[in-house]
Nanobody
């Protein structure tokens, strides 16, 4: 397994942007499945974006606004979030499947005026 630490969350106005980071340690992530999930209050955790072997996939609700990327030298995965909406408010979690599932502790994203 790998240890994951998210950062970059915060409060942003509608239409704004944030960039989340997920730093991995304990194993290289370059060839493994990485993803971002989110969980809003009272709702189930949902998949936002995933990346593996150069293929990226996105939830319909974030397509065209969010971009997942990775820096294999820094062993870090990013989630660039643009045109944020109030409904994007949630705790965002990093997920890795490296010899088993690993989750980060989560970072709060609040979109509000």
């Amino acid at each position: 397994q790998v240890h994951l630490v998210e950062s970059g969350g915060g409060l942003v106005q509608p239409g704004g942007s944030l960039r989340l980071s997920c730093a991995a340690s304990g194993s290289a992530i370059s060839n493994y499945y990485m993803a971002w999930y989110r969980q809003a209050p009272g709702k189930q955790r949902e998949l936002v974006a995933s990346s593996v072997n150069g293929y990226n996939n996105y939830a319909d609700s974030v397509k065209g606004r969010f971009t997942i990327s990775r820096d294999n030298v820094k062993n870090t995965v990013f989630l660039q979030m643009n045109s944020l909406k109030p409904e994007d408010t949630a705790v965002y979690y990093c997920y890795a499947n490296v010899y088993g599932a690993s989750w980060g502790q989560g970072t709060q994203v609040t979109v509000s005026s």
